[in-house]
């Protein structure tokens, strides 16, 4: 819906309001006139249901009015005695409609003096769940949402297992547009397949769906800060919009709500207005090498050359992570030799010999377990050439390793190309360590189009600013009109991992709207290592940003949960005593 269809849908609704309550209006003493006033005869109707006037302020924020709204059936019905389980959920199941039949079918008594309290713990406790549910995704949606790091393309800023808190208020928080969703939950229902949310991805339905109309224009509530370079930002992965986020074919395919595409966390390495070029690998702005936050560190893959031979254990006190290990298993004898060939991911590799192939975590428990019962020769070959991800300085200190013959860093030189890289144009021969320069879109910059200009800003003009966009011969049609230039509507930025070559980023979909930017990450709240196990006490409460190492305040919150503590004790106590 435009926001002209959205205000004829809010009068329909105060319509249907007034049909369904005038009379108890009058009933509870005021004036029938009262129901027909949009806003106002909500403030009306908090006093007759005797709740506070805020409560109207929490009917006009999306999501959590839908939580609002049944909790105002039911108070209504209440207050003119419908107080029985039925009722409550009468109310809810009729989408408030049972109202009508209080209005019209019953000469139900106000009930001035009702009181407040549930009358059972079960009232007391359903109650006390529903506005908590209220307060988080109030909280949720509009100032803070928790979030999960589930790939290591911030590897060694952000891990793999660490839960941050995203801030939704540094750059504005969004309107959600999808109004009609499950709250708190993004996309699927736990446990089904089911969405969370309302809304057609029927390319032929798409624009008669009642779901889709449903949905709200893009808002936006003022930030008090502009995504800075740099800076790590959660976002709406622009190529959700696709069946399959690897395959980038140029024609939309699949739909999904701006607000319920997959989150993804990276660094905004490009901000609008800037020209940006990978080479080897490293990120030049505007002709300069782009200098990182000091938390931050690059990765490449390197390939490191030992004619000894280097262990997987040295090379993980190195990095501190694992790496994939091969064992030879040697047997003394037939009956060790049959019973290890009861295991499917062992290789023969004669003369009683076993391959063992392991990924990152090592051999698993019950095999080695099992070795070990037989007694059985385990010993890991030492590659004489490994590929490992390292980071620079990392890469440096192996080279003076006595061990170590030579340490290489591998990329794709310039010229070699990728056909997964953005804008998916072969005779620009570019790909992920050798990109560019590509210029970042700025609100109200204008660009000229033509045949080499369009496959950068096809995306933009025709999905991401929504306008009709045809292309016939060597003519472009934006919304009917013939045009040789475009004005962008809103800025975009550059998102990429420091993980470089291990990262799923903007070098292969390209720009990220503002529209679609979630917010800003400022602490990690809690880290579990899934490969180790256990939990990083040493990352808990510590911030994103900030120079030198991140420092953590978990002893600082801990000392502020124990004095709340302490103090609603205290202040229990001197109640008791002042009762008696």
Request: aromatic share 14%; proline share 4%; with cysteine.
């Amino acid at each position: 819906m435009d926001f002209i269809q959205w205000i004829l849908f809010f009068l329909v609704v105060q319509l249907i309001h007034f049909a369904g309550t005038w009379k108890l209006y009058e009933r509870a003493g005021r004036k029938a006139w009262e129901a027909a006033i949009p806003i106002y005869n909500a403030i009306v109707l908090t006093s007759i249901i005797k709740r506070p006037k805020w409560w109207v302020v929490l009917l006009f924020f999306p999501v959590v009015n839908q939580l609002m709204f049944p909790v105002f059936w039911i108070e209504t019905t209440r207050s003119f005695g419908f107080n029985q389980r039925k009722d409550t959920l009468l109310a809810v199941l009729t989408l408030g409609l049972y109202i009508y039949y209080i209005n019209y079918a019953t000469d139900a008594a106000y009930k001035k003096d009702r009181s407040l309290k549930p009358r059972t713990a079960l009232g007391d406790w359903v109650s006390a769940i529903a506005f908590a549910i209220i307060a988080a995704t109030m909280v949720h949606t509009y100032v803070m949402q928790p979030y999960t790091i589930p790939s290591s393309s911030l590897e060694k800023t952000l891990l793999t297992g660490d839960y941050l808190f995203v801030s939704k208020f540094h750059y504005g928080a969004r309107v959600p547009m999808t109004t009609v969703a499950f709250p708190m939950i993004h996309d699927s229902i736990p446990f089904t397949s089911k969405k969370s949310y309302l809304f057609s991805d029927d390319y032929e339905q798409r624009a008669s769906s009642l779901k889709n109309k449903l949905q709200l224009p893009y808002m936006r509530v003022p930030g008090f800060q502009k995504i800075k370079r740099n800076e790590i930002v959660v976002f709406n992965q622009p190529a959700d919009t696709l069946l399959d986020m690897n395959n980038f074919h140029p024609d939309r395919n699949y739909y999904k709500p701006i607000d319920k595409k997959t989150n993804l966390v990276k660094r905004c390495v490009g901000i609008p207005g800037d020209s940006l070029e990978i080479r080897d690998g490293y990120v030049f702005i505007n002709g300069q090498k782009n200098v990182l936050p000091d938390r931050s560190k690059l990765q490449f893959y390197h390939y490191i050359y030992s004619k000894k031979g280097f262990s997987t254990e040295k090379l993980k006190r190195y990095t501190g992570k694992e790496f994939e290990r091969q064992y030879v298993l040697t047997t003394n004898n037939d009956s060790q030799y049959q019973s290890l060939s009861r295991y499917l991911y062992l290789q023969s590799i004669g003369d009683r010999k076993f391959l063992v192939k392991t990924d990152d975590k090592g051999i698993s428990d019950d095999l080695l377990n099992f070795i070990r019962s037989l007694r059985v020769s385990c010993k890991e070959i030492k590659p004489t050439v490994r590929r490992a991800n390292l980071t620079e300085e990392i890469a440096d200190q192996l080279r003076k390793d006595s061990e170590v013959d030579s340490v290489i860093r591998n990329f794709s030189p310039k010229g070699e190309l990728d056909a997964s890289v953005f804008p998916h144009v072969a005779s620009l021969q570019w790909n992920t360590d050798n990109f560019g320069p590509i210029y970042i879109p700025k609100k109200g910059a204008t660009v000229r189009l033509d045949e080499s200009s369009m496959p950068f800003y096809k995306r933009i003009i025709s999905e991401y600013e929504r306008n009709q966009l045809d292309i016939i011969g060597n003519q472009y049609f934006i919304n009917g009109e013939r045009a040789d230039s475009y004005t962008f509507q809103q800025d975009y930025y550059w998102m990429m991992g420091d993980n470089r070559q291990s990262s799923l980023d903007a070098r292969m979909w390209g720009y990220v709207p503002f529209d679609h930017v979630v917010g800003k990450p400022v602490f990690i709240w809690f880290s579990k290592d899934d490969v180790n196990g256990g939990i990083r006490w040493e990352r808990l409460f510590t911030t994103v940003s900030g120079n030198g190492e991140p420092v953590s305040y978990l002893k600082f919150f801990l000392i502020g949960l124990g004095l709340y503590f302490v103090s609603s004790f205290v202040l229990k106590m001197k109640k008791k005593k002042a009762k008696k």
